[in-house]
Every structure is written in structure tokens, then in C-alpha cells.
């Protein structure tokens, strides 16, 4: 019993979010160099972009407890050209 109670305690504090972050093209290498030194989870994991194909975009998929812990994740640049999305699974039938 305590163990179900430890996971719905774990639950109820993390959620999912999307963050979608969006950059000029003349703004990628800056997007990119925003990483130095930024301590975060996302460093040396792959991301989903589209800077090659001229869409200038990147998602991650992050736990957080919160929308501002989520966007924590990402350097100020990077943040700041973000978006926050809460999310969670979707049966599809």
C-alpha cells in the first residue's frame, strides 16, 4: 500500500510538457552556443529539429512539476523564443 501512495505522491508532482522552442534562420548558431554552460538534463541528448529543413524549430519532451520548471530546462535564449505545453497520453482508436 505505501508503495502505490509513494507513486501517486510522485504523480501528482510531475507532469509532462512539450516545449516548443522557435528561431530565426540568421539565429541558429546563437540558439545552438546558448547551451554553453548551461547546466540541464536536455544537454548532450538528442532533440527533434528542423533547422534543416528550414523550419528553425526544437522540441523536447520534459518532467517537471510545474510549466516554469519545464522552461527552466532551456537556456534564457532559448526560453525566451519558447512555448510550454502540458501534456499526457491519448489512446487513439
Do not use: K, N, Y
Not at 51 to 72: F, K, M, P
Amino acid at each position: 500500500m505505501a508503495r502505490g501512495r509513494a507513486l501517486d505522491d510522485h504523480w501528482r508532482w510531475m507532469a509532462t510538457f512539450v516545449l516548443s522552442h522557435r528561431h530565426e534562420p540568421a539565429e541558429c548558431a546563437i540558439a545552438h552556443a546558448a547551451w554553453r554552460g548551461f547546466d540541464s538534463p536536455l544537454r548532450r541528448h538528442p532533440a527533434l529539429g528542423s533547422c534543416a529543413g528550414g523550419g528553425h524549430a526544437l522540441w523536447w519532451t520534459v518532467d517537471a512539476a510545474s510549466e516554469g520548471e519545464a522552461l527552466a530546462q532551456v537556456p534564457p535564449f532559448v526560453a525566451e523564443r519558447t512555448t510550454v505545453e502540458r501534456v499526457g497520453s491519448v489512446s487513439i482508436p
